[in-house]
């Protein structure tokens, strides 16, 4: 494609502009136009030699258009011509990007090293370490960054929700309520201590929250938070029609916050069970041989963290997260499909990828993220919608699908808050489309791959733990242990927001418990039940 010469920001050999022309690429970035500023900072990155920001804007510039080997060229001169803080944690990022994150531990403890008295830095490593799932690491920084930087409400939530995913539920609440102190109106604050345990009579939080209510929000996506916490605590004391009243009111909320239309999903989801056909699947294509993985998916709230508990426990297993791994190595292949056929859609151009190459990426990073374990849990549970491609790319991965009762997974899908994620979630009609969509996708797997995943139902999971679990051994290879049933080590993490609950013992409390709130969920009965897979 052509740059338009006429809107690129002409450079000068003046470096008292050079903050302005920085600015205008900025601007070019912001909107879009990546191939722009890419041009840009090569003539920015010639007229200044001696200037680590320049380069660390050509990186920047590099790095969104996609050419991540060059941008790590740029960041790594610049990081020589000025040794800056936020250049080496650019370096780090991008090391990730590039499927080096072994590389990551080594530079983090540098950096922390060498700006150890500076706050911001500490709490930027802190997020570093916590999204490739180094929890103990994420705490130390984020202490360190509070210790020296002061106590930042931001970086005192963030050490709280990475305590919560540790199991360090009672530091997690004493962190919570100091940045409610500060931030009364923190919405996803309130939600989340509300999480952390289940309320007592002797021991809640509704006043506190109907009195802030009370008193008003200023955005709804916080106003959302506090009925979202208020209908989790009703519950958990026992009060149900108070608890729906408060969901209803928040679900609005929420949902007025945010754009979201399924159409663009439902046409997806269609070309997919087209393009990836019983037939098209079937072709002989070489994938990477290596095995090791498991995948557990299916919808959020189905059990997918008890079966991820009961894999973990064999103690032969490690998990490697939630990975947006898999579907982001995907996208990049299509892309370079797309490129030598543009014609095709992204659907069309599935069947068409290196799924050797997907296979080798994939393996390569989640083993990263699960400190190299030969066997890990990838436990994202939209990787449903992969299922075919996984099949290609990872012959021998193992593939968990768990199933609920749809009425009972639909509603505990309805009474999470899971802020930035799930936004069908938040109407009860969006709920049950989305919802029948992936039944239809599973069904389409089943059919079209028979025999490549395994169905675990969450009424037989928690009724009958140990059958179940020997199932889900057999059928990952493994050889069985009586500590699958054992309760996990309050070390272990679980980053979800099933954390708390899945470091309780196993109850069956949660079958069948949509059914006192049929009358007021009757827009999601109505879709279920038109679609054939549900009958109240």
């Known amino acids: 494609m052509m740059m338009n010469q006429a809107h690129v920001p002409s450079v000068g050999a003046d470096a008292a ?3 302005q022309q920085i600015a205008a690429g900025n601007e070019l970035l912001r909107q879009g136009r990546t191939a722009d500023a890419v041009a840009l900072g090569q003539k920015l990155v010639d007229a200044y030699p001696s200037s680590g920001r320049v380069r660390a804007f050509s990186a920047e510039a590099l790095r969104l258009s996609g050419d991540l080997a060059r941008a790590l060229l740029l960041i790594d001169e610049a990081i020589a011509l000025e040794p800056d803080a936020q250049y080496r944690i650019k370096k780090a ?37 916590y999204h490739h799932n180094m929890l103990p690491e994420a705490i130390g920084m984020y202490e360190q960054a509070l210790a020296v930087g002061g106590d930042n409400p931001a970086w005192r939530y963030d050490l709280g929700i990475t305590r919560f995913y540790s199991g360090r539920f009672e530091e997690a609440e004493v962190d919570l309520e100091r940045v409610l102190s500060v931030s009364p109106q923190s919405g996803s604050v309130i939600y989340l201590r509300s999480t952390l345990r ?11 929250i109907q009195a802030r209510l009370k008193r008003g929000f200023a955005r709804p996506e916080d106003e959302a938070g506090a009925f979202y916490a208020l209908g989790k605590e009703f519950e958990d004391l026992g009060e149900h029609d108070k608890s729906i009243d408060a969901l209803m009111a928040g679900a609005s909320k ?19 069970r087209v393009a990836q056909s019983a037939k098209a699947l079937a072709q002989p294509v070489s994938g990477c041989e290596d095995a090791g993985a498991i995948f557990i ?17 064999s103690g032969k297993v490690r998990n490697a997260g939630e990975l947006l791994d898999f579907g982001f190595q995907l996208t990049a292949a299509l892309g370079q499909v797309q490129k030598l056929e543009p014609s095709l859609s992204a659907a069309e151009a599935t069947m068409k990828v290196d799924f050797a190459a997907l296979g080798r990426d994939y393996m390569r990073a989640a083993r990263q993220m699960a400190g190299g374990s030969d066997v890990f849990i990838d436990k994202l549970p939209a990787n449903y919608l992969y299922c075919g491609m996984i099949r290609k790319a990872l012959p021998n991965a193992r593939i968990i699908h768990l199933v609920r009762d749809p009425l009972d997974s639909c509603y505990a899908v309805f009474k999470t808050l899971f802020f930035s994620a799930y936004d069908f979630s938040y109407d ?12 239809q996708m599973m069904a389409h797997w089943h059919q ?16 009958d733990t140990e059958a179940q679990a020997r199932r889900i051994y057999a059928w990952c290879g493994l050889e069985w242990t009586d500590e699958a049933l054992r309760m996990p080590d309050k070390e272990k993490v679980f980053a979800t927001a099933s954390a708390a609950q899945v470091r309780q013992p196993v109850h069956t409390r949660s079958i069948h418990s949509s059914r006192k709130h049929a ?6 009965v109505e879709r279920l039940t038109a679609a054939g897979i549900f009958k109240l």
């Open 17 to 19: 502009s050079l903050l």
């Open 428 to 439: 009860l009609q969006e709920l049950g489309d989305y919802y029948v969509l992936y039944r």
């Open 198 to 208: 289940k309320q007592r009579p002797d021991n809640n939080h509704v006043a506190d």
């Open 297 to 313: 998916v299916g919808m959020p709230r189905t059990g997918t963290t008890l079966a991820e508990r009961i894999l973990l426990q």
């Open 448 to 463: 079209a791959m028979p025999g490549a995943i395994l169905d675990v139902n969450y009424e037989d999971l928690v009724t």
């Open 93 to 129: 990022w991008l090391l990730s990007r590039l499927l080096r994150r072994d590389e990551i531990p080594a530079l983090a403890a540098e950096i922390a090293a060498d700006f150890s008295g500076n706050g911001l830095v500490l709490w930027q490593l802190g997020k570093l370490y």
């Open 254 to 272: 929420k949902r007025s916050s945010i754009q979201y239309d399924m159409s663009a999903f439902r046409t997806m989801m269609d070309e997919v």
């Open 519 to 524: 009358e007021r969920l009757a827009p999601l």
